[in-house]
């Protein structure tokens, strides 16, 4: 049997986050594994209420662990990076990375209890590490957080070029520019498959440089008359320092608010990839300053509930409170989905008589993903046979491929649990594994077709109800049954109480019920279950969720 080459995404194919890519080589079924990418994404309370984390569904790669030969990180966001620590003890294989994603890679493997030596810290290109039929280079490029990498990886079978997130910036401010000759001399003796970041494919107007927003910064900053607040991506290094070097040039000092904030300016710090970073003070210091001249640089840009964002719009963090004539600057771009909570702390915010500066104007932000001019721009540096679309939902991917035909490029559209056999000359889809999402639900790790996630949401909408009942010795109720409602209104159409004429009407059927009924519990429970939610349905048009308990004595 001859050996192929195979791509297949477990995540990040059909969807923006929760990133999992998985190249192969060898002969069908057998073939050597490397694990490009290990994300999450987040949960929101109407999909996946309680939920903590989503994470990729591995179950595919954890059957064939010993096919796994490594794990390459291209960087340090979450969606590439956060599930390691959940999962690595399922694959087991080397992790490597640049020594800023190491640094949080490390941490996430320690907080849950793996050994920090299972990173390996590379060099970037033109070192290259061997993997079992693989040889994979890290190539530097310009993203939202430093030493982003694309991948090189060389087959046996051609050689095959993974963007990872990227932009085209020559002036990042911190990280890596964009280096043109770089991508040219990689791909100058061809390229069989180029797989492409997506998330930008339709913004038409050319990206622009994390450099080009200082100075507005800066103006708005000096012309604020109270305190400023901004809020970012905490893992956004270099719009961390944008911002910083905008307040001290404003006048302002600067603090921090916020773990996750402080996590990534202490790994940026201790890589020494964090140059000219301003000088902070605590939150304790801050109180003694004049607000006029204090900046607050805060975590919860996209909405979270518990984040020093919320918490301040609540009314304050750590003793320190907004008033009116402060300013809030999101600078960010809100991920759809998360529009919801962000408009809810503005709203919050707007109540306190503070001013809300967002980036409708696109003033304040720079996207660190490559625009449609950008893309187009990469394919004609690569030249790739094959151009396979991935980072992006359905919609992002279909226009992928319809770009890179139009740029002359073969283009096959590849969403989760789709495998590519790269082999030869033409793409072809040669199979496809069951994928799908793992929730992270407290401590416990759960399947998306467990159920508990789907009977949270039908009890959120139709809430609870308990019925108990207890049969002695002789197959006889004791007693009447008795409700307990949670989530439900109090009192139905009928102007009583609703646990009362719940009650009612299963005690009534109780006193009709064959003696082979009230022996069998689980026709018994099911006639319960039956009148509670229609008499719920009577009395307040809602059909809840019941538990039926039936206790027998003796």
């Given amino acids: 049997m001859s050996d192929r080459l195979i791509y297949l995404p477990l995540g990040g194919a059909g969807e923006i986050g929760m990133n999992a890519y998985v190249y192969g080589y060898g002969a069908q079924d057998k073939e050597r594994l490397i694990v490009v990418d290990l994300g999450v994404t987040f949960p929101d309370m109407d999909g996946t209420p309680g939920v903590d984390l989503i994470l990729p569904d591995i179950t595919w790669l954890e059957e064939r662990k010993a096919q796994i ?44 209890g793996h050994p920090e030596s299972v990173v390996k810290v ?7 590490i061997p993997c079992g039929p693989f040889k994979v280079a890290y190539l530097p490029i310009s993203h939202s957080i430093p030493e982003s990498a694309g991948l090189l990886i060389d087959t046996p079978d051609g050689r095959v070029l993974h963007s990872g997130d990227f932009k085209i910036d020559e002036t990042p401010v911190v990280g890596d520019p964009w280096d043109q000759s770089l991508w ?30 200082g100075p507005a910064i800066t103006d708005l900053m000096s012309e604020a008359k109270g305190m400023v607040v901004a809020t970012t991506f ?3 290094i270099a719009r961390l320092k944008t911002l910083s070097l905008a307040a001290k040039e404003a006048g302002r000092s600067v603090c921090l608010l916020g773990r996750a904030m402080r996590r990534m300016v202490e790994a940026a710090t201790e890589e020494g990839i964090l140059h000219g970073f301003p000088s902070t003070v605590s939150p304790e210091d801050a109180l003694n300053i004049p607000r006029e001249n204090l900046m607050l640089l805060v975590t919860g840009s996209q909405g979270e509930r518990r984040a020093a964002s919320a918490q301040l719009a609540q009314g304050s963090y750590l003793g320190l409170k907004l008033t009116e004539g402060d300013t809030f600057l999101f600078s960010s771009k809100t991920i759809p989905g998360n529009e919801r909570g962000v408009i809810r702390i503005m709203n919050q915010l707007s109540e306190l ?29 690569v030249k ?31 969403v989760n649990g789709m495998m590519i056999d790269l082999s030869g000359n033409q793409p072809k889809v040669t199979g496809y594994v069951d994928t799908g999402r793992t ?78 009924t009230l022996a069998d519990d689980d026709k018994l429970e099911k006639e319960l279950r039956s009148i509670a939610r229609r008499t719920a349905q009577s009395e307040i048009g809602k059909k809840p969720e019941v538990t039926v308990i039936v206790s027998r004595l003796g």
């Avoid at 003796?189 to 930008?200: I, P, R």
């Fill in 184 to 213: 040219e001399e990689v791909s100058k003796d061809g390229v069989k498959a180029l797989v492409c970041d997506s998330t930008n494919v339709f913004s038409d107007a050319p990206g622009r440089s994390e450099a080009s927003i």
């Fill in 122 to 128: 590379v060099e970037p290109y033109p070192h290259m």
């Fill in 69 to 112: 030969d490594g794990i390459f990180i291209t960087h340090a966001h979450e969606d590439h990076v956060g599930a390691i620590g959940h999962y690595w003890e399922r694959i087991g294989a080397p992790v490597y990375a640049r020594p800023f994603t190491a640094n949080i890679a490390r941490r996430k493997l320690d907080e849950h």
């Fill in 439 to 516: 929730y992270l639900d407290g401590t416990v790790q759960i399947g998306a077709l467990d159920g508990v996630v789907r009977n949270r949401i039908r009890m959120a909408l139709n809430g609870h109800m308990i019925v108990t009942l207890i049969i002695d010795e002789n197959d006889e109720p004791l007693g009447e049954p008795w409700v307990e409602v949670n989530g439900l209104p109090e009192v139905g159409s009928s102007n009583a109480p609703l646990v009362e004429v719940v009650e009612e009407d299963l005690s009534q059927f109780l006193n009709r019920a064959e003696d082979r």
């Fill in 384 to 414: 790739p046979q094959i151009l396979i679309p991935m980072h992006g939902e359905h919609r992002h991917l279909r226009e992928h491929v319809k770009l890179g035909n139009a740029g002359g490029l073969t283009g096959i559209l590849a």
């Fill in 234 to 236: 905490a893992s956004n």
């Fill in 353 to 381: 008589g503070v001013d809300v500066v967002d980036d409708a104007g696109g003033k304040y932000h720079v996207s660190g993903h490559a625009n449609r001019p950008d893309l187009e721009r990469l394919h004609q540096i």
